[in-house]
């Protein structure tokens, strides 16, 4: 499995296998040549354990269900969006604290920068009824099911 992973990528997907993820992957890189990526600055493509946020998603048998832990951001931050095409979008970045000249970084670990994740959601999400909560660092979409209607079984009497 580690050989798999690290031929695959660099982690953005819990699994690389998930239809409903559409995270961008670039299977060239981290190789020495030239990727259709590379000309991109390295700004916009810089990542972080914070670039790829962790989303879970979970089916209840009311709603879809997806959270997101985005620890010291407000809500002003993050951006939740959806698509005609029943793709739901969460995005948004942390920026780097800014360094004064009178101050001396000693340890630098929490993660900064964009995070965009997309995911396909199925044909029985009511897309006109999303809604979203940002607390205590947890952002907690709830994508509404529509009913599925059970097929009428109809006897029909046979003549004769």
């Known amino acids: 499995m580690s050989l798999i992973s690290s031929v695959l990528g660099s982690g953005r997907r819990s699994n690389i296998f998930d239809p409903f993820s559409l995270d ?28 790829n946020a962790r989303i879970d998603w979970k089916e209840t048998p009311e709603a879809h269900v997806f959270k997101a832990d985005l620890p010291g951001l407000k809500k002003e931050e993050v951006k939740v969006e959806v698509e005609e095409v029943r793709v739901l979008q969460i995005s948004g970045e942390r920026r780097k604290e800014q360094e004064e000249k009178k101050e001396k970084w000693h340890r630098v670990e929490r993660s900064s920068g964009k995070f965009l994740r997309r995911f396909r959601l199925p044909e029985n999400a009511k897309m006109d009824e999303v809604k979203a909560s940002l607390e205590n660092g947890v952002l907690t979409v709830t994508v509404p099911k529509e009913e599925v209607k059970k097929a009428e079984v109809k006897a029909i009497e046979i003549s004769g």
Do not use: C, H, M, Y
């Open 24 to 51: 961008i992957w670039d299977p060239f890189e981290g190789f020495p040549f030239t990727t259709p990526l590379a000309n991109v600055p390295s700004s916009t493509r810089e990542t972080s354990a914070f670039a």
